[in-house]
């Protein structure tokens, strides 16, 4: 454990947390860092003021990065002295001291970007539309982001599109490249529930999703989509809340024994709240979802700590059901997490298959800080491990490899869990689900998720020290 002697913490209204030191103020390490084998102890100076935001310095933001980045990471092995650098800089400090390359400084100007990908919220969704990947014959609306121009327009769920700009809407994939290339779109639709057809007029607009999408299948079956895990004020956006819905409406359509199919592909993480709270919704009660090994600041020491939790499972209203989990090499971090709880505890017993390709193999989480610089520190804090009825090594480095590798999971899939009636529907069956796959895949491309990389974090708001 790192820990720091003498240090004494306010909180001003300028600055979020600051502390005044005396000279030399002793670290405490596991081992003595490289270069300082002549002593058990290690000395650097801090000599922080309370000052105001506009009088922070580049030395301040420096030294208080490398307070939390020694305190808090999880890996220890890199953490060298400092004061080796020729200049006092946070990017530099975290390049040549973060144990990975998740950990790393974000300057205050790119803070705003970094916020929109992790809420799902970058503008550049095309009118406010997701496609159904389960469309009949034509193009089906299948969700409208609440704040979307489409909505505005008076478009529902389950409309179908039939003309784009005055030409048919056919074939579906040409559709959806003719909506994304207007700024100004025509649509024709026609409405199944009034059985009536009509033209909608809109200009597109920056539109924000919902991370979570549902919908229910022939056979009793249902589909769970989840593009990222989203901590949101908002519970319109939450990830873990909309599970939980998700799980709630499923309930009354798929029996006990019927098939979900949980896709996860493509998914990034997110946060470490919700995937926990999706896991809690998902799995029976009393079930260990996942361990989650962290270092936190202690308000004593003002050094790192280390906790080591075993969440467990709610109680699903969904219990008895089986789950399809869709997954592919951009199922990472937090997805992860989820798939390796559903793996852990639902496998053994037939009741989950793994179907795609193997997932990402991130099996670490970070902690985002802000500075008073207005920068955030991103630093690897959290060690998740695999937890449930059966034992699974970590994944991190190398993945969850599925118990079926196909690369067209979503068709797989419908035919995995489809019962006989639709599963004889041969080649017909087959272009449908082809269909849904590049549906989904345009979906993606289009909504302002993260398109890339691997993300679980949790946000730290530091308490008044004293």
């Given amino acids: 454990m790192t820990e720091t002697q003498g ?3 306010r909180l001003t209204a300028t600055i979020p947390i600051v502390w005044t030191t005396g000279t030399k103020v002793p670290y405490r ?28 310095s580049t030395s301040a933001e420096f030294w208080y990065s490398w307070w939390f ?18 200049i006092e800089d946070p990017l530099l400090l975290f390049n040549r001291f973060a144990s990975d390359s998740f950990s790393y400084y974000i300057p205050a100007e790119y803070v705003v970007d970094f916020e929109q990908q992790l809420a799902g919220e970058s503008p550049d969704s095309v009118a406010g539309i997701r496609y159904s990947p389960f469309m009949t014959d034509t193009l089906t609306i299948g969700d ?29 994939d040409s559709a959806c490249s003719w909506i994304s290339d207007s700024s100004k779109v025509r649509l024709g639709i026609f409405r199944p529930s009034s ?21 229910t299948l022939s056979g009793g079956r249902g589909y769970i989509y989840i593009n990222q895990f989203v901590s949101d004020r908002d519970a319109a956006y939450s990830t873990g ?10 309930s009354g359509v798929v029996a006990s024994g019927g098939w979900i199919i949980l896709d996860l592909r493509n998914n990034p993480g997110g946060s470490v709240e919700s995937v926990l709270q999706s896991a809690a919704a998902l799995l029976p009660k009393g079930d260990s979802t996942i361990r989650i090994r962290s270092r936190d600041i202690s308000e004593a020491t003002y050094g790192g700590v280390i906790s080591d939790t075993t969440y467990m499972a709610s109680g699903s209203v969904l219990s008895g059901r089986k789950f399809a989990v869709l997954v592919n090499s951009g199922t990472a971090s937090a997805a992860e997490m989820l798939t390796s709880a559903i793996r852990s505890n639902l ?31 991103h630093i690897t804090s959290l060690e998740i491990l695999p937890a449930g009825k059966t034992h699974y090594p970590s994944y991190d480095g190398i993945g969850i490899t599925p118990d079926v590798i196909n690369s067209s999971a979503l068709a797989y899939a419908l035919t995995l869990t489809a019962s006989s009636s639709v599963a004889g529907r041969g080649t017909a069956n087959q272009q449908a689900a082809g269909i849904a796959e590049r549906l989904q ?12 990389g691997a993300l679980a974090y949790r946000r730290l708001v530091p308490k008044k020290l004293r």
Avoid: C
């Fill in 441 to 452: 895949a345009w979906n993606r491309s289009q909504t302002g998720f993260v398109k890339g």
């Fill in 29 to 56: 390490l596991d081992s003595v860092p490289w270069g300082k084998a002549d002593g058990k102890t290690w000395t650097q100076t801090n000599t922080f003021d309370s000052v105001a935001t506009s009088q922070w």
């Fill in 347 to 377: 496998y053994a017993s037939g009741d989950a298959r793994l179907i795609g390709q193997k997932t990402f193999g991130k099996g670490i989480g970070q902690t985002t800080i802000g500075t008073p610089a207005g920068a955030y520190l």
């Fill in 195 to 215: 059985d009536s057809q009509f033209e909608v007029t809109f200009t597109r607009a920056p539109a924000r999703f919902s991370s979570v999408w549902i919908d």
């Fill in 241 to 250: 809340p909309l599970v939980v819905k998700a799980a709630q409406a499923l």
């Fill in 7 to 9: 240090n004494t913490a």
């Fill in 144 to 172: 409208l982001a609440p704040n979307g121009a489409a909505k505005a327009a008076g478009l529902r769920r389950k409309d179908r599109i039939i003309a784009v700009n005055g030409k048919s809407a056919f074939p579906v």
């Fill in 69 to 86: 980045l020694d305190a808090m990471s999880i890996h220890r092995w890199n953490l060298k002295d400092p004061r080796t650098l020729s």
